[in-house]
């Protein structure tokens, strides 16, 4: 079987997980014997793109005509099987699906986010969940409020994209849907059932966990919809030293903060940006990991490395967090009032809950168990 992967990678300085994820998934193809032909566009080359091809940037959202001759070069060439698509922008658009269709190649597409309906692709505004581009034929309120990288003009542009490709996604023959609330998503989208199927995503086996260190651990992109504001506010709320240690890994517009915290106390240790080993040792380190995020986040791949590792999860009760977490954690709303309760709690249950927390990766999020469920679907769209 010969399936094409189709993905625009994330910027590399900033966490993603996303980006993990495609990457460990065609690995994991391959190894399952599936041919894997990587389609892939990174946001990190746009700098280096020719003038040319940096003028009609503006408009890949919509068409991406580049990456379509290519994509139709590589369909004749290889014939394969199936396109499975994860993120299209903004160098290959999702007028991808349309250039496999019209070679006759299905196409399964991972959905990640909420970008059929949201420009951002969050549900998130102004430090709260926003939900009014929902139900709507044209974006409007995206434009208003410059939800797309601050910026009205590319705010517009997605806006339209998201209207011009209304019959693209529902167009796409099988859609993976990464949690119960992503399929629901779809189908207010109007995806009828039978064109979705939920499976997580896998990480890789990192062996048999390590006896569980001290403290909690944060992982990710330092932005206020991780909820890094939230966790630091709920830990003020306790002595310095009486839940251990807190570090907090990773880069973006609320490093200040970290560094902040970590200068104001002594249980407080912000370790940057961290390589993959990086973040295993910060792991190792800690007993409990925190996912305080505060928008409707999907299936952060970091708690899933947690589980793989044993580690306990104390996540906010919000999109798929409580999914993942199992009975491997707490799921908490999302205030500090409420951290700030759970914490102490859930610090003192962590140990005993590294079993439960491999179990839940071992049963859930194995690549033996998400691979024979996806190759499944690829197999059902080559018969059909």
């Known amino acids: 079987m010969k399936v094409v992967v189709a993905h625009n990678r994330y910027r590399s300085e900033l966490p993603s997980g996303e980006n993990v994820i495609v990457d460990q998934e065609m690995a994991q193809l391959a190894a399952a014997g ?12 746009i700098p280096s793109l020719p003038a040319a091809s940096k003028a009609l940037l503006p408009l890949s959202p919509i068409w991406a005509p580049g990456a379509q001759r290519d994509l139709a070069r590589l369909l004749k060439a290889e014939r394969p099987d199936v396109l499975h698509l994860h993120n ?34 969050l549900y998130f505004r102004d430090g ?27 705010s517009a542009i997605m806006a339209t994209a ?50 569980p260190g001290e403290g909690v651990l944060f992982v990710g992109r330092l932005s206020p919809e991780k909820g890094l504001g939230l966790l630091l506010d709920a830990w003020r709320r306790h002595p310095d030293g009486s839940l251990g240690t807190l570090r907090i ?19 407080v240790v912000f370790l940057g940006p ?6 295993r040792a910060a792991f190792r380190a800690s007993a409990l990991f925190a996912a305080p995020s505060t928008w409707h986040d999907v299936l952060p791949t970091v708690i899933i490395e947690a589980l793989a590792g044993g580690r306990a999860v104390i996540g906010s009760a919000l999109g798929g967090i409580p999914y993942l977490i199992g009975d491997a954690g707490v799921a908490v709303p999302p205030t500090v009032d409420d951290w700030a309760a759970a914490l102490p709690d859930a610090v003192k249950l962590a140990p005993s809950l590294t079993e439960a927390a491999r179990r839940r990766y071992e049963q859930t999020f194995h690549p033996s168990v998400v691979m024979d469920r996806l190759i499944g679907v690829y197999e059902e769209l080559r018969r059909s």
Do not use: M
């Open 34 to 45: 599936v041919t894997v032909l990587p389609f892939l566009r990174s946001s990190d080359d």
């Open 88 to 121: 299209p922008y903004p160098l290959l658009s999702p007028w991808v699906v349309r250039t496999a269709h019209a070679h006759g190649v299905p196409v399964v597409q991972t959905v990640h986010n909420y970008r059929q309906v949201c420009a951002p692709g």
């Open 128 to 154: 709260q969940a926003c939900y009014e581009c929902r139900g709507k034929a044209f974006a409007l309120p995206a434009i208003k409020h410059r939800c797309y990288r601050d910026s009205a003009a590319q």
């Open 162 to 211: 998201l209207a011009v490709h209304r019959p693209t996604w529902r167009s796409v023959d099988r859609y993976i849907a990464l949690t119960d609330n992503i399929a629901d998503h779809l189908r207010d989208y109007g995806i009828p059932d039978d064109r979705i199927v939920v499976k997580p995503n896998g990480v890789d086996d990192p062996g048999r966990p390590t006896p």
């Open 249 to 267: 890994v990773g880069d973006g517009e609320l490093r200040t903060l970290a560094e902040q915290a970590a200068a104001e106390r002594d249980d």
């Open 274 to 279: 961290q390589d993959r080993e990086g973040v």
